[in-house]
């Protein structure tokens, strides 16, 4: 049964969260006015899979049990389905203009699959069996998972094992019979508290003395001795004033938390990797493959909103036939499409895992990330020329519904007769919001570093590359190797 | 006799501001919260005119009385002082990360010194001589001034003339014999209300029919008919909260405001033009000059915090000696020194006018801001980069100081183990505020249209090159004219 | 039957080519030092035909016959076939480091074979029929055509009936009951004297009163009338010196023509559109997606030699693994294949046209091709960089002939004591070939326009964007339309 | 007294080169069709100083004698002189469109000058004194330098003493009586043979065993035992051909070569530097900034050429109105622009040395030219863009002087109508020989590596950069360090 967005946002009623806000626990999640609306971005992925016109996008049949579910929960099955999560990513961009939150667990639970299916294979382990039981566990509940990788890791370039304080990595604190004691943080959990569950994965190449480090599990995001702890956004307490403007995105948000195992206890059969160090690396590039394809759909969708934007704000400033405004309208596409043409190319361009499902080119992958920490800075600029310098010098809504400011406000912010003042106000808010507000953490710093930093892309596209295949290439037209006889 | 920074404060007191922010009308604006540090801003010019280690930057002698002012109030009387400003600049932007305010009134006031002298030389006006009466009051007095240039203009590439609203340019509702009646609203207005008087100038080439609008005067900033709207700033609320790291900026703030004329009326002591349509133009492009020159020291003051910020967070993170962090770092002080070079070039390569104050460099002052259009987004987004993803994942301060949470928070988002984690969560906050809140106005939007909009120096680019000599050049070398001969 | 490069090389000479160079006319071009390594650069597309590891990119099953054919001739009858060309060309790039000349024509056939579909369809016209069999005559003889695309255009802007000489664009000048006589010249014919047949298209919109400029036909390259005058490159004598080091490339290069038509007579049965304006734009637009695909292949090929070759002098310059080279070498790959995957992404993301073959997505192919007008020359730039000054001031290779002066520069020129000294300079002259040389013609300037010019590109991402839908997109989430409710 | 240009030239016939050029000793270097292009560039440096219009720039008086000398020998007794030396430069780049190769020397004299004086005063040597007996000699008979700091170097990253082969670095081989005898080999010694003596210095850091290696000396450029072997250039032999159009520029050009010193005697009179292992650094960096600084006028004298180049090439094709040109050229000018503005600054920021002389501001000269390894190619993309991609295919000028083929080239390669052809043919081969021949290695390669590549900048910029200082601000507005009271 696939919920709607109403089942689902009342489903996470259910849960017992211990979750921080403001330094105050947050009693009721589903009310708040912070939080609610990072809920509904998730929510649309549950609408969509209801929506006729995107059902085909949104749902697929389960590799496990051959019934509909929902694409966030499902394995891939062919390159086609990475385009298609790719495609579903744009559309949902499109939608919600912020990070709907669900596209690492679904890349999470495919690297999670593939890699479980190896390391059974060489350790005769079982890892693989009770991550499939899970995973239809998962399916016909149609729950919400986020992923948990990213640890806080202190201080960088130290292994796990010497770090000055072993909690920088999450580990196993004990063994027991029925299942491990790990503690720990994740950092920068996307969408943590708006799941059901949360997959938790290594984030590094483990060597020996990290085997403690090197483990894999899920839990309710509920269990006993975790926390949540909720990152702040950018003029996040404007969802808390009066009025829907001034936000920039009433309906929709992204969400990052800071996930807190304390003693946490995780039955066995819910461990899906527990001291594999020569395989912690591989669950961590194949999920950093997906996860970069990712930045493909997602971030071309939220462009499309951005570049819709600056198109209308220079409608309503009535410069949008300009020369120089359709060239730079011009450019934020081609940024925009640049991107979902990589993240498209390396869905099309993968490969089947030994596993059965497919994995994202690693190459294309990366460079389509990499391309995502550089373009949207480059699209929000041009965004910003074209809106002009009253993106950050307009009052408040407030002043704008005062009986005599009003009247100004709406007498002076006019741009173009035809369109109304508040129009204007309204989409130079949306552009703010995207530039410098509650969506620009979703648009720059994520693109920035989520799925890994800049630096972690350059380091895969020099490791994809078979550079002696290019030498040997450049030394033959040299006539330094033997030249090709064209006649032979 | 030169105020101190405490004196300037004090002395905004007695002003009878009619001043709007989020829908109420401010009673006590020195002790708002969130306009206290756009005042601080500009407390710190008078602040520098009373060290020793700057005194020779922050004041100079008038042309005018011969007697020391600050340097904010004087006119140009060589090239070296243009040099200063831009130094005085740097230096004010390293002390406040943030624009501080008193540029424009200074650039304007130059402008419009050299320009009423030419218009009474062809009019036989005496705009000048009241023009120098104005300006010793405000040296004599130490004030401090905003300009107002920026009209609101309604339909953009429609002359005020044309619009359907007559009142989207400022413009005169009656000549009386004791002065005039002018109605209308100055947008973006920098520090106009932490200043004591403004100048009101023309924004645009005006043309024939257009002679209403074409006017320069000032006035006392709490003049009968005047209505200021405080312009909202990302995060603006975060100074309103406990604590003082969420902001970034503790201190220090920029301030922008929408500048509303109701009839108002100006005696003609104050009136510096008044319907000179052809002399709108120098008016506007000289400000335009002085001003893009002055982007070469104020935002390169703020560079210098945030590779500071950059710098600092790669030490708290332990990465700082990483090649990619130090080639990111060069990159971040080429591009901000690239800006500065520019500006001071401007400076250096300027020309005395015939009212014998100097004038910058117009070419040079372009091209320094035009490159201030496209360098501090990415010295920001370098330094995104660096920061790492924790950037815009951070949780309150209200969560560090929670008993439970704040240990959890200690312990977790620590970096290295020498540094304090309060310590790296208050330069992420600085790295925040310059990115996405407080101070990414000062730094991003206001680089790209604060003087003017990228493409308004794509223009002056084009028309102070004397493309005819290039070309005469290139036809020289193709032997299309006839060639040099080096032996003649 | 498909030829061999030794079969395809001797039927050349069967032709009775009207060919001038250098104020000559060229009575053995196949033996012509300057001409022969660019028919070497077609050979290959021969060659590869024949050897098992490449057969399945470099041929394929006649849409028409059913036999197989080279790729080179063939109609794409999935969007598998266009990947197949794509990759295809990345592996002639990167075996010739040049242009290879044959993806005009075969782009050019798919544009004509469709475009003609549709004509008939509109004006019950035969040139569908007549197309296919002149192409089957292609295929069984295996011939290699050029497309004649580019008119010379005289003033740009100005339409072909407009001109002030009327024979700016190629034209009917009469029409016989046989055929027709036509009069202009193609500029920039790619591979022109190297072909056996040429395929005319017109080059741009045509509008009413151009009917006798919307032709397209097919005509052998010796036809009488006909006369070809070709291009000079950069470098080209060096082809004529003794020694094979200087020119970089010694085997391959590159080859523009200009194709001259003076009263030349056209049989009906190869006249594939007359006088239909309608469907000029039809054609060029479907030419101009494939072609502008097509770049993401050959281009990405050459780059690959490019990086190689900045690799292998940092090897021998003894810099390899210092942290700004290994950055720049993966700046290059990253842009690279940025290129090709959006190349891929369009050939993935094509359509079935009413003809029947398929057609590359042209919003993708478009930001293809414009990331080539940019990419390559950061590309040589950084190889440039990498390879140091000595890059543009070695001696000749006859100073290292030299009996004395060769031993100086042995020992003075060397790097790495390993590697000797004429490895090193060969690799030096095959980059001084690739940023200035023999090569940099195919790999800069063609970049830039083969397949339209930059603001081609730009028009045409601006006509295949749907900005109303993105418009929407953006008011529905600034809440100018209803925002969407996510529970609904 | 000054030569004029034709008593320069007529003075290079009386030296004794042995210069080689395509494995053959060259007899007659003036008369040489390769070689005098380049000497002609060198000639306009002696005949600006009998331009009246440019005396001024040209000349100035000897600080060593008083006596008027031409600028390129003279030391810099102020900022402005730099300042005169960087307006020269781009006199000088836009008359001769290419390297004029005196600048090296210019910018080495002042190094040599200032460093010697402090050698002396630390180790009680007469370096500077004879340094100055020398340059008088050079002043008084006006004589043409060259400057050979690059060694070939071997390989990279290794010490002199460390090399395998000890010559890779210039080194004395024995210490006489009279004078050193020095042996090794300087690359890319620019306008080497069109000089009469030759300044030679270290090119890096020495360290202890360096000693051999620390040297400065000069010689006369025919001395015995020096061998000059000709850098080739791209299409270098065009040159040779009849005509004048296809090489671009007919009258000037670059020139490198290699300098090979096989045992030259050096009397100790002309010994300014030797074994001073400590002073080697002060000398290169000091160096490095003044010609830093250099390529702040050079470069943006011929960018001033290229970029009339490319207007005119667009009035030719008759586009020049178009939106997207009159951009690309804005842009063009803005890179320029900004490249000369830093030069500007480096030199207003300069700084008086203990000898007195007068020292570029290191950061911002270095600032400069890591732009100029960057813009240069910009622009030229920018002018390839609007040349059309006729660029690189017309036909050669013996096409165009065919009784037949130069009629059909005639009519169809016509832009506009009432600009002839050859017009248009000769604007397209400047712009060729500027992206891709004879101009073309002095305006990318030269501009990448010239005064050091782009990393020694990149170091050189960190250097100079007080990191301290920057991270103390941020820190004290983070509020880490005491925030600054602003009442205090």
């Known amino acids: 049964m696939l919920m709607t967005a109403r089942d689902y946002i009342e489903s996470l009623s259910q849960r017992k969260l211990n979750l921080y806000l403001f330094g105050e626990k947050v009693e009721n999640c589903v009310e708040h006015p912070i939080i609610r609306p990072s809920m509904n971005a998730v929510a649309m992925t549950y609408k969509l899979a209801h929506e006729s016109k995107n059902e085909a996008l949104a749902t697929t049949n389960s590799m496990l049990t051959g ?15 990475m385009v298609s999560k790719v495609k579903l990513q744009r559309e949902l961009g499109q939608r919600t203009a912020c990070c709907f939150q669900r596209c690492g667990a679904l890349d999470g639970i495919n ?79 996307t969408g943590g508290a708006n799941s059901h569950e949360i997959l938790i994965t290594p984030t590094l190449r483990m060597r020996e003395g990290d085997e403690d480090y090197s483990i894999s599990f899920a839990i309710p995001i509920d269990t006993e001795g975790v926390t949540l702890v909720y990152g702040r956004q950018s003029c996040d307490t404007r969802r808390l004033e009066e009025g829907d403007i001034d936000v920039g995105n009433y309906n929709f ?61 220079a409608d309503y400033n009535g410069v949008r036939q300009a020369a120089h405004v359709r060239e730079k309208l011009g450019e934020m596409i081609h940024l925009a499409e640049t991107i979902h043409g990589c993240g498209l190319a390396s869905a099309y361009e993968g490969w089947q895992t030994i596993g059965g499902n497919y994995q994202a080119n690693t190459l294309l992958a990366n460079v389509c990330k990499h391309n995502v920490t550089r373009f949207p800075y480059e699209i929000t600029r041009l965004a910003e020329d074209i809106a002009g310098g009253l993106l950050v010098t307009t009052p408040s809504e407030k002043d704008f519904r005062h009986p005599v400011i009003g009247e100004y406000l709406d007498k002076y912010l006019r741009g173009v007769p035809e369109v109304s003042t508040e129009t204007r106000y309204r989409m130079l808010t949306l552009i703010h919001a995207m530039s410098f507000g509650l969506l620009a953490p979703s648009y720059h710093a994520e693109s920035m570093h989520g799925a ?37």
Not at 67 to 81: E, G, H, T
Not at 454 to 469: S, V
Request: glycine content about 8%; some cysteine; overall charge negative.
């Open 67 to 81: 019934k509909k579910v929902n694409r966030f929960n499902a394995l891939f099955q062919s390159n086609d389905d």
């Open 111 to 189: 690297a999670v699959f593939s890699t479980t299916c190896e390391i059974d294979q060489k350790y005769g382990t079982e890892y693989h069996q009770r991550f499939k039981e899970w995973l239809k566990h998962i399916q016909e509940n149609d729950l919400c998972m986020s992923v948990g990788m990213t640890d806080v890791k202190g201080q960088r370039g130290v292994a796990p094992r010497q770090q000055s304080d072993p909690d920088m990595f999450v580990h196993i604190v004990e063994k027991k019979s029925d299942g491990i004691i790990v503690k720990g943080a994740k950092s920068s959990i």
């Open 253 to 313: 948000g992204g969400q990052e938390v800071l996930f807190i195992l304390d003693n946490v206890f995780v039955p066995w059969e819910r461990v899906f990797m527990c001291g594999e160090i020569d395989f912690s690396i591989m669950l961590v590039e194949r999920f950093g493959a997906y996860h970069r394809q990712s930045y493909g759909g997602c971030k071309t969708g939220i462009a499309d909103v951005v570049i819709g934007a600056a198109a209308s704000i």
């Open 452 to 488: 890994g930093s800049p630096q972690a892309q350059k380091i895969m596209i020099e490791r994809e590359t078979d550079m002696g295949y290019k030498q040997r290439l450049a030394r033959s037209i040299a006539g330094i190797d033997e030249r090709e006889n064209i006649l032979a």
